[in-house]
């Protein structure tokens, strides 16, 4: 099973979200093509009501942990209770260039 499918199935059965986005952004960083090493997922779900953004981290960290441990070199997130993701709009975050590794030395 691939990296990305992973995160998915165990978001999706530990969280049960009303919403999920997980993205490979592997591609904007000195990786080799088709690397599955950095993501980015964006999360809804009711476990998160009453949980400070630390927590939420915390609690989608603890699902994560093998990935993490392993293949999993970078992971950002977004984390957000239903009526937080409607006040939203559902507009999420753009993702930060890497300058990292080559990418800086190349500047």
């Given at each position: 099973?691939?990296?990305?499918?992973?995160?998915?199935?165990?978001?999706?059965?530990?969280?049960?979200?009303?919403?999920?986005?997980?993205?490979?952004?592997?591609?904007?960083?000195?990786?080799?093509?088709?690397?599955?090493?950095?993501?980015?997922?964006?999360?809804?779900?009711?476990?998160?009501?009453?949980?400070?953004?630390?927590?939420?981290?915390?609690?989608?960290?603890?699902?994560?942990?093998?990935?993490?441990?392993?293949?999993?070199?970078?992971?950002s997130?977004?984390?957000?209770?239903?009526?937080?993701?409607?006040t939203?709009?559902?507009?999420?975050?753009?993702?930060?260039?890497?300058?990292?590794?080559?990418?800086?030395?190349?500047?």
């Amino acid at each position: 099973m691939h990296v990305q499918q992973s995160i998915e199935r165990k978001l999706t059965e530990s969280l049960t979200p009303d919403h999920l986005e997980v993205i490979n952004e592997s591609h904007m960083h000195s990786v080799p093509p088709g690397s599955e090493s950095h993501f980015k997922v964006i999360v809804v779900s009711p476990r998160f009501d009453g949980l400070n953004r630390i927590k939420r981290h915390q609690t989608v960290n603890a699902v994560l942990a093998d990935e993490l441990a392993g293949p999993i070199h970078a992971l950002s997130m977004e984390t957000y209770t239903a009526g937080e993701w409607q006040t939203r709009g559902g507009r999420t975050l753009a993702s930060p260039q890497c300058m990292g590794g080559a990418k800086a030395e190349a500047g």
